[in-house]
Nanobody
Framework: QLQASGGGSVQAGDSLTLSCAAS????????MGWFRQAPEKEREFVAA????????SHADSVRGRFTISRDNAKNTLYLQMNSLKPEDTAVYYC???????????????????WGQGTLVTVSS
């Protein structure tokens, strides 16, 4: 029900925009987020956004370079990634939580809908 896209292979300093399209059910009333997992590492929080886009949170490692946003009319979540670094190389996952009372969360275990992931490779 969540389809992530937009990944690819880029050079350090380049930009990419990831998209996450929801189908089957709307997530316009739910917090959503992006997580990533590099080879042999645990999944980590990247960014999250409240249901209305009014509040966002970004991991320290990406703050100032990445921006999360959403368009509820299109049922789509975005991650604008600028000034990419080799350490940003990972599979990026979008996620949504339907748990009640969650404005936004950095904790992956609170998200119950996950996309399939899209690979971002940044070379130096």
């Amino acid at each position: 029900q969540l389809q992530a896209s937009g990944g690819g292979s880029v050079q350090a300093g380049d930009s990419l925009t990831l998209s996450c399209a929801a189908s089957g059910r709307p997530f316009g009333n739910n917090a959503m987020g992006w997580f990533r997992q590099a080879p042999e590492k645990e999944r980590e929080f990247v960014a999250a956004v409240s249901w209305n886009g009014g509040s966002t949170s970004h991991a320290d490692s990406v703050r100032g370079r990445f921006t999360i946003s959403r368009d509820n009319a299109k049922n789509t979540l975005y991650l604008q990634m600028n000034s990419l670094k080799p350490e940003d190389t990972a599979v990026y996952y979008c996620a949504a939580t339907t748990s009640r009372g969650i404005w936004l969360s950095t904790r992956p275990n609170l998200y119950n809908y996950w996309g399939q992931g899209t690979l971002v490779t940044v070379s130096s």
